[in-house]
């Protein structure tokens, strides 16, 4: 009995150690600020591929006034998430890291309308879960989504019928 009762204070004694090891660091690491490590190279990258770019120019001449064009803009930026604290964070934290290529906002509204993602011939496997997700979540709210082949070419017409865009729009 009384190594039951030594194994069970021992066990205790660790975990409350792990535990305030654990605080100490977080707040540590609160405390500390931003600071770029020696020897870290830190440079701008393109943001847009040379298709993605050809593509950005042509949703740019496709839609003209009628919508503000915005690339790589972050999944939780333009959705507003309203449910229980628990489904909410499980949300937020699906969403978290996922960017769409391209968004449609109407100037009037301020809100996203349409996403346009560029598919690739061959998505890795990640790719399809993270294509999953975001088709649900803009289902959800209730936003159009419009998927275009990074390779292929398109040409006016087509979007402004993709788009489901008229003249006198």
Known sequence: MKLVLLGVILAAAV???RWIRRKLRQRKMRASPFVIPPGAIISAAPL????EIALYNLLQLVVQERYLVLAQVPLWSFLAVDAEARARTGILRQIALKRVDFVLIHPGSRRVEYVVQVTHEAPRRDEAESHRIIESVL???GIKLMKLQSKKSYSLPDLTARLELTTGD
């Open 139 to 141: 289902e959800a709210a």
């Open 15 to 17: 975990f409350g150690i």
């Open 48 to 51: 847009l591929a040379e298709d």
